[in-house]
Structures are given as structure tokens and as C-alpha cells.
């Protein structure tokens, strides 16, 4: 009789527990459902994303540490260096390899890009890999070690050889040092550039103060306009907006040029200055760093404006009174209140403008001077000027990393799920 | 309780936005030292604005408040002293509850030693204690709007404005807090005007109401007389409910008169409220609760001029009280509510019935324009 109900317990708690996992599947199985619908409705955004985005760009930041010239042009001798130790020089098998790569290259015709990869790391290399095809004797009776070194003494140095072995491939770390103003030695360990090389972290040290600075001076010349707006009724806000958001409406380059004949010496502002006897000679206002700032602050205002407009328009104004009455001065209740309930505006308004800075090219190349070029300039100065894809990349990578650190640090301090775009 | 002295004078006070409408229309009221003063009305009836002139977040277009005696018009929001709990009880969502509670301490300089001691007995006080380091959003609506409560009484004002500080509430929630801050209030003695749309909120909270329409003040009584003996028309609409015949007066003499009512043509006996013309349009207010009811043809014991016939329509039974829907000549939804200890009395739907009540409780007022 006992036995018989703790029977039927049980199978009454193993039909519980299948009731259970049959929940749990039809509870998954709902939610999988709405997953896929989910996906299916981005699926359109994200295959174009990753053809037109993620591939192409992908593909021209991996030239920065991709390095597979050499292995290709150079294979024989590249190979020989592999287990070369560095520490003498390299064994007479590599000189002959290097006699017969040089060879086979000036028969394929490849050997002026073997040069030009070469000389990035040595300047001077071009001419040492040239004159090797020039005057290399037609029939090898002596070592070709001793050939090399009658050709150019530099064959017998060390460092000549490790910037082959450098070059070897298939990954190099070259073209990220050098954005970086460093460099391997022969021992392969890492150095500072030699001084008159040194450019990189002055460029990105400058692209950073410029993008704080501009930033800066967007937060203050946008703070009180946007709470300005934000206290206006809707009809008047929305035309105040619009007018924030005129500059827009304009192409950048036009902006651009726009304040290029505003600035200059004989421009709108320095007649205008002089007939008022402001002056008495033309200021220097264009192709400096404070026309850098004027151009850029203005084309990036909106983006801190229309953020902090968003957020103040959703503090209601109860917040302020209430302080008032609890006896708060207008500074105190607008610092201690006010303020605090902006911070994920000011947040994000301050990430767009100096995420947006950091890559500006074109405002600086046009109204700026030689000393405020930012890190964008030389990207592209690299990839179309002197066609180095590697460097133009590592800066590149450089400049997405600042992005993405930045984006990090501030998701950390505010959270991006607190960011109000407008 | 309230000692005659008043705290707060409105005098002569209006206030205009467009220079045409008067949001308050030339306002006297005083407001005693110690008292709890509702301020009721519809919607848009300047009770609002009323409270945000005193607070300062208004200017009078006309008229002085004095606060003590003293002109307030120079006097900006944050010297005069007044705490003041918001309708969405505006606690700062970037501080902790504690900070919010020690906010008007620590901008008057008060030590930090001094603050914690204060902010913790005000925490007491509204029975949240421990709950200081909290943040408003981690908090129900009825807790915050207690810390609202404590953050404007730490600072020991001698006066609290409170703006429609329950209507986020539930009902239930509502009536706890009616209650909580009434008893608040008898505890420490201090000035409340509450501002409320909610005539029932009014009257279980106030020594005093002020029933605010169109920027004046119609009536300014203790919730009893305001109940019992409205004073006009539209404060026996607006408190309470309400059976209303219209009609023109026929006599009057000593505060007792004859209405006749329009659509029957008959005469009915009232207590005449107001200084009403004979011949001139009135209006005859009934509470439900005051009429009674029996089908027709039985002996009642009422004057010839305190009864009216109808039909029964309707009977709803509400569990303490039973109201019965009468349609007269005149008024097709005429209530009856009777104590449910009547219920078992009540004629059939469909029944003839009669109407009466005593002369006293049959107020007539000018109609309302």
C-alpha cells in the first residue's frame, strides 16, 4: 500500500520534471524564433557593412603588418637568413643566395619593389641592391661573400643583412614602430628612431591636443547655446536648431575655403580690422594653428550642440526649482543640479567632436600650416604621394586604436547606454 | 489648533501671462502659522500658480504677499525659506538619498557631522531609516515622495508647499500617504499649503480649504462647512456629490424660500445661501445621502415642499452603502444613497416612488454662468 503511493509520488515528480524540460524546450524555441527574426532583419545592413566596410578596410589595414615582398622577390636568401643567428655575419650560402635572387629579380623585373620596401628600413638601400645587379661579375670564381663586400662595404655589416632578415615576412611589426618613431636594431631589439626621423609622436601627440582643444572649445561656446534652446517653447527651439544645424547644409570644402577668404591677409576680416584702425598691420589669422581651431570648432559644433540640447530638453525644470527652494543660489543649484544631469550629453557630444577631430584632413591641410598637419594628412600622404601602403596603414591602425580606446574609456566612466545623440 | 496669527498674506495679488487672461484674479488670502491650507480647484483654476507665487517661481503682476509680515517680492526663491515637495518630487537622480536629504544643509554650510546627525532623524521621521545610500530610482514612488517629504522639512522651514504631491500614486498608496503626512504635520507643527485637484484628498487632510475657480477663491472654509454648507453653486458641484434642480425663485423670507422648479411647475422649500432677486434663475443643490426614498403612497413624514415623484431606475449595491438612481421631471439621474442597513427597504426598479428630505439640507444658489 505504501509502497504503491511512493510509486506514483515518484512517477508524479518524473512527470513534473518532463513537464519541465518540455517548458524549458518550447520557452527555447520560442526564443530562437525571434532571434532569427531578429537577424533576418539586420542581415541586410550587416552584409552590406562587411562588403563596403569591414572588407575593403580590413584588407588596407592588414598591409600594415603585412610584409611579403621580400619573401616573394628575395626567396632564396630570405630563407638562409631564417636561421641565421644575427650575431656574426650571415654564412657565404646567403651571399650566393642573395647573387641569385638578385638575378632572378632583375630578369623578372621585380627587383625596384624589393628596393623599395628595403630602403623604408635603410635608406640608402636602393642603391646598394642596384649597383649589386649592376656590377655583379658574370662568372663567380672567388666567395661571393668577398665579391659582395668588393661591390659595397656594407655587405659586411651586420645591420645591412638584418634589414633584409626583417623584411622576411610574412608579419612585420615594422611599419607599427615606425609609426610609433621606433625601430628594430640589428640584435632585433626595439629602438628610437634616430632623431631626425623622429615625426610620429609629435603628429599624434598634436592630433591629440588639437582634437582636445577643439573639443573643448565646442563644449564651451555649445553648453550655453544648447540650454538656451532647450528653455525655448517647441516652436522657437525647433528654428533655433535649425539655424545650429545650417552649417550642414553646406559642403564641408565650401566651409572650408569659406573661411580661407575670411582669414587671409588682404580677407574680409583684416580689411574690415584695418579701416577700423583696429590694426595697424594685417593680422596673421590663416595657415596657423588658431585658423585650424575657427574652421574645425565650426564645422563640429552641432555635434556637441545637438547631444546636450537632448539631454537638457529632458531635465524638467522642477529639478532646478526644487533646489532653488531648498535655499541653492543659481550658480549652486545650476553646478550641483543642473550640470550633473548633463554629464551623459556632455559625454557624448565630447566623444563625437574629438572622435571626429582626431581624423580631420582636409579643414588643416587647407587653413592650416606645415606644423598643423594632423595624423590624417600623413595617412594620406603615404598612400598617395609616396605609395607606402605599410605606413599609411600603421597610421591608420594607430588612429583607429586612439578611436577605440577612447570609445572605451568613456563607455567605462559614463556608459554608452547613457549616451544621448540627439 | 491653528492660532489666529496668519504666517502668509496674499494681498490684492494678480497675475496675468498674456496681459488678458488673470491666472489670478485679485487674490486676499492668509495662511495661519501652524495650519494645513488646501488649496483645491480644477484644473487651470490658479491654485497652481497661486502656490508658485508664493514659492517665488512667479511673480505677482499685481499685489504683495508678505511672508512674517515682510514683502516678499525682492525676496528670491532660495532666501525665503519655504520648502517646497514637487509633484514628480524632483530628487536629484544623480545623488544618493542621503545627499539629496543633506542638499538644503549643506548649501545653508551646515557641518558635515551636523548634516549625517539631521539627514538620519529626517530619514527617521518619514520611517526609511537606512535607506541613505539608495539612489531615487532604486526607490517606489510612495518612498520618494517621503524623502521628498524629509528633504523639504530638514532644513526646519516654517512653511511647506506641496504641488500635487500624490498624483503619481495609486489610490490605495494615496490614502496611506494622505494620512502620513497629515499626522507629519500634527507632529511638528509646521505651515503646510498642499495644492490638490482631489476634493476627497482636501477634505481628509485640511483644517482649512481654499476652492480655487478662475483665479478667485470661492469659498475658503474647514472641510466641514465646506461639505455641509457650500456657499455657492459651484462649490456644491465641485465638493462632494450632488443633485441639482434648476428653477426661479418664488419667495423668500428669513433664509428659508420657494423654488419653482422648472420642469415640473411645482414648489419646492429650500434654505436660500445666497442674495438671490424673486424671479430670478436658482439653482437647488441635494446631497445624495440627505434624501430619502419610499415608493409612492406610503405615509412619509415631510412638508409638502420637500418631496418630489419619480420612478426608481436603477439600484447599485456598493457594499456599505446602497444608490439608488431616480428619475424625476427634471433631473433623469437623480441619486439617492442610503445606508445599507436600508437596502432590504428599497422599492422595486420600475416602482413609483417619492423623494423627500428636510428643508435645511435643500440649499438654492444663483446659477452659475
Redesign the interface.
Known amino acids: 500500500m505504501q509502497r504503491g503511493a511512493a510509486a506514483s509520488l515518484h512517477a508524479a515528480l518524473a512527470s513534473v520534471d518532463q513537464d519541465a524540460a518540455g517548458l524549458r524546450r518550447a520557452l527555447r524555441r520560442s526564443r530562437r524564433r525571434e532571434q532569427l527574426r531578429a537577424a533576418a532583419l539586420v542581415l541586410p545592413l550587416f552584409v552590406f557593412l562587411a562588403a563596403c566596410f569591414v572588407v575593403p578596410i580590413g584588407a588596407m589595414l592588414s598591409r600594415g603588418v603585412i610584409d611579403a615582398d621580400i619573401a616573394r622577390i628575395l626567396p632564396a636568401v630570405a630563407a638562409v637568413l631564417k636561421s641565421w643567428d644575427g650575431r656574426d655575419l650571415p654564412p657565404e650560402s646567403a651571399y650566393a643566395a642573395l647573387i641569385a635572387d638578385i638575378r632572378a629579380a632583375r630578369e623578372a623585373g621585380t627587383l625596384a619593389s624589393a628596393a623599395t620596401r628595403l630602403n623604408y628600413d635603410v635608406p640608402g638601400f636602393r642603391t646598394l641592391l642596384f649597383s649589386v645587379g649592376r656590377q655583379l661579375p658574370a662568372d663567380l670564381s672567388e666567395s661571393a661573400r668577398d665579391a659582395l663586400i668588393g661591390i659595397d662595404p656594407k655587405w659586411g655589416e651586420r645591420e645591412t643583412w638584418a634589414a633584409i632578415r626583417r623584411a622576411g615576412g610574412p608579419v612585420t611589426d615594422f611599419y607599427l614602430l615606425g609609426a610609433l618613431d621606433l625601430r628594430r636594431d640589428a640584435d632585433s631589439s626595439i629602438t628610437g628612431a634616430p632623431q631626425e626621423q623622429r615625426v610620429f609622436r609629435d603628429v599624434l601627440g598634436r592630433t591629440l591636443w588639437i582634437s582636445a582643444m577643439v573639443t573643448l572649445i565646442c563644449l564651451v561656446l555649445g553648453y550655453p547655446v544648447a540650454y538656451v534652446i532647450a528653455a525655448q517653447p517647441p516652436g522657437r527651439a525647433g528654428l533655433l536648431l535649425f539655424l545650429v544645424l545650417l552649417p550642414f547644409w553646406t559642403s564641408l570644402l565650401v566651409r572650408t575655403v569659406a573661411w580661407v577668404v575670411l582669414l587671409q591677409k588682404e580677407g574680409v576680416l583684416n580689411s574690415l580690422f584695418l579701416s577700423l584702425g583696429l590694426v595697424n598691420e594685417p593680422l596673421k589669422m590663416i595657415f596657423n594653428r588658431f585658423a585650424v581651431y575657427v574652421a574645425m570648432v565650426h564645422v563640429l559644433l552641432p555635434f556637441m550642440v545637438l547631444p546636450l540640447y537632448s539631454v537638457m530638453r529632458s531635465i ?1 525644470p ?2 532646478v ?10 550658480f ?2 545650476f553646478w ?2 543642473y550640470v ?2 548633463t ?1 551623459p550629453g556632455i559625454g557624448a557630444g565630447c566623444l563625437m567632436v574629438f572622435i571626429q577631430a582626431l581624423g580631420y584632413y582636409i579643414t588643416p591641410a587647407l587653413v592650416g600650416g606645415a606644423d598643423d598637419q594632423m595624423i590624417s594628412y600623413f595617412i594620406a600622404f603615404y598612400a598617395s604621394k609616396t605609395v607606402n601602403w605599410g605606413m599609411a596603414a600603421a597610421l591608420s591602425i594607430m588612429l583607429l586604436t586612439a578611436t577605440l580606446a577612447l570609445y572605451a574609456v568613456y563607455n567605462r566612466m559614463v556608459g554608452v547606454e547613457r549616451m544621448r545623440l540627439g | 489648533m491653528s492660532s489666529p496669527e496668519p504666517i502668509v498674506r496674499f494681498v490684492g495679488i494678480g497675475k496675468t501671462y498674456d496681459g488678458v487672461a488673470r491666472i489670478v484674479d485679485n487674490l486676499d488670502l492668509d495662511i495661519m502659522r501652524g495650519e494645513f491650507l488646501t488649496l483645491l480647484g480644477p484644473s487651470g483654476s490658479g491654485k497652481t500658480t497661486t502656490l508658485m507665487l508664493l ?3 512667479e511673480t505677482p503682476t499685481a499685489g504683495e504677499i508678505l511672508l512674517e509680515g515682510k514683502p516678499l517680492s525682492r525676496v ?9 515637495v ?3 518630487y ?1 530628487l ?3 545623488m544618493t538619498i542621503a545627499e539629496n536629504i543633506g ?2 544643509l549643506s ?2 554650510g551646515v557641518p558635515a557631522a551636523e548634516i549625517a546627525k539631521r539627514v538620519e532623524r529626517a530619514l527617521d521621521m518619514v520611517q526609511l531609516g537606512g535607506f541613505g545610500k539608495r539612489r531615487p530610482g532604486q526607490l517606489s514612488g510612495g518612498q520618494q515622495q517621503r524623502i521628498a517629504v524629509a ?2 522639512l530638514v ?1 526646519e522651514p516654517k512653511l511647506i ?1 506641496m504641488d500635487e504631491p500624490l498624483g503619481a500614486l495609486d489610490k490605495q498608496l494615496r490614502e496611506q500617504m494622505q494620512l502620513e503626512i497629515r499626522r507629519l504635520h500634527q507632529r511638528l507643527g509646521v505651515t503646510m499649503a498642499y495644492v490638490t485637484h482631489d476634493q476627497a484628498e482636501a477634505l481628509t487632510m485640511s483644517d482649512r480649504i481654499a476652492v480655487f475657480h478662475r483665479g478667485r477663491i470661492e469659498q475658503l472654509d474647514t472641510p466641514e462647512r465646506m461639505y455641509e454648507y457650500p456657499t455657492n453653486a459651484f462649490v456644491a458641484r465641485f465638493i462632494g456629490e450632488n443633485n441639482r434642480l434648476d428653477g426661479h425663485l418664488e419667495t423668500a423670507a428669513n433664509g428659508r424660500c420657494a423654488i419653482r422648479v422648472a420642469a415640473t411647475d411645482t414648489l419646492i422649500d429650500g434654505t436660500l445661501v445666497e442674495t438671490v432677486g424673486i424671479g430670478d434663475a436658482v439653482s437647488v443643490s441635494l446631497r445624495p445621502e440627505r434624501v430619502q426614498i419610499r415608493a409612492a403612497g406610503h405615509t412619509i413624514d415631510a412638508q409638502p415642499g420637500c418631496r418630489l415623484a419619480g420612478s426608481l431606475r436603477e439600484i447599485i449595491y456598493l457594499g456599505d452603502h446602497v444608490r439608488a438612481r431616480v428619475a424625476l421631471t427634471g433631473n433623469e439621474e437623480f441619486m439617492v444613497k442610503r445606508p445599507i442597513s436600508e437596502a432590504h427597504t428599497l422599492p422595486h426598479i420600475g416602482a413609483a416612488v417619492e423623494v423627500f428630505w428636510t428643508p435645511e439640507h435643500c440649499r438654492a444658489f444663483a446659477q452659475e454662468h
Do not use: E
Open positions: 524638467p522642477s529639478y526649482r526644487a533646489a532653488s527652494s531648498l535655499g541653492a543660489k543659481p549652486t543649484a550641483r543640479v550633473p544631469q554629464l | 514659492a517665488g517661481f528670491p526663491p532660495y532666501q525665503r525659506n519655504i520648502g517646497m514637487f509633484q514628480n524632483a536629484f537622480p544623480h542638499f538644503p548649501v545653508r528633504r523639504a532644513f508647499l
